[in-house]
Nanobody, 124 residues
Framework: QLQLVESGGGLVQPGGSLRLSCAAS????????IGWFRQAPGKEREGVSC????????KYADSVKGRFTISRDNAKNTVNLQMNSLTPEDTAVYYC?????????????????WGQGTQVTVSS
């Protein structure tokens, strides 16, 4: 019922920035925690960031702390991920996902609705 669509991915040089957006349709995101995950070839799916339904709590993977910022606009039914100081190690397909609200989590099994992903490539 809930469909998520990511956008904003692309090719960027090291040190550059991108802003990813996750737009929902079919249901409101306002009662859900939202997570961003990424997966690169040969690597496990990694939790990048999460945000509670109100936006009061956010968490980040150690690998992106200080560089990425998650935010949400419940009125627009969107969640964003601002990515700065990108490195080649950030190259991956990025997914947003919605899960029942609770403590912010980076555990993928707790998220039931997923987008199809958007490719982020960091290369010189």
């Amino acid at each position: 019922q809930l469909q998520l669509v990511e956008s904003g991915g692309g090719l960027v040089q090291p040190g550059g920035s991108l802003r990813l957006s996750c737009a929902a349709s079919g249901y409101s995101l306002q009662y859900y925690q939202i997570g961003w995950f990424r997966q690169a070839p040969g690597k496990e799916r990694e939790g990048v960031s999460c945000i509670t339904s109100s936006g009061a709590i956010t968490k980040y993977a150690d690998s992106v702390k200080g560089r990425f910022t998650i935010s949400r606009d419940n009125a627009k039914n969107t969640v964003n991920l601002q990515m700065n100081s990108l490195t080649p190690e950030d190259t991956a397909v990025y997914y947003c996902a919605a899960g029942r609200n609770g403590l912010c989590t980076l555990s993928a099994p707790l998220f039931g609705s997923w987008g199809q992903g958007t490719q982020v490539t960091v290369s010189s």
